[in-house]
Nanobody, 124 residues
Framework: QVQLVESGGGLVQAGGSLRLACAAS????????MGWFRQAPGKQREFVAA????????DYRHSVKDRFTISRDTTKNTIYLQMNNLKPDDTAIYYC?????????????????WGQGTQVTVSS
């Protein structure tokens, strides 16, 4: 059984930073592609960033590129999302996801395990 537990969300002023963590159990993060998604109120869940199984490939949505960094620590079986220069439009619940289906995807349907989410609120 795979469990993903996110942490690190909170309230921050525009221009500030947060680091989200996603601790995995039941699967080694070094063996699977993983991603971060977010969902704002009234909007669909959207892709934010992904990292492939050997951490050699990362992918970001255009609006967060150069501000957010996805990384992992295999010793802690955890992936991270470092978010800098946060903007009010970044306000959302952030979810981490893991795929056992193979492929490196920006689609929610490309992932079969999800965490419960962590709230990020950016004030202007």
């Amino acid at each position: 059984q795979v469990q993903l537990v996110e942490s690190g969300g909170g309230l921050v002023q525009a221009g500030g930073s947060l680091r989200l963590a996603c601790a995995a159990s039941g699967r080694a993060v070094s063996s699977y592609d993983m991603g971060w998604f977010r969902q704002a109120p009234g909007k669909q869940r959207e892709f934010v960033a992904a990292i492939n199984d050997d951490a050699k490939i990362t992918d970001y949505r255009h609006s967060v590129k150069d501000r957010f960094t996805i990384s992992r620590d295999t010793t802690k079986n955890t992936i991270y999302l470092q978010m800098n220069n946060l903007k009010p439009d970044d306000t959302a619940i952030y979810y981490c996801a893991l795929t056992t289906m193979g492929g490196f995807s920006r689609l929610t349907t490309g992932y079969d395990y999800w965490g419960q989410g962590t709230q990020v609120t950016v004030s202007s």
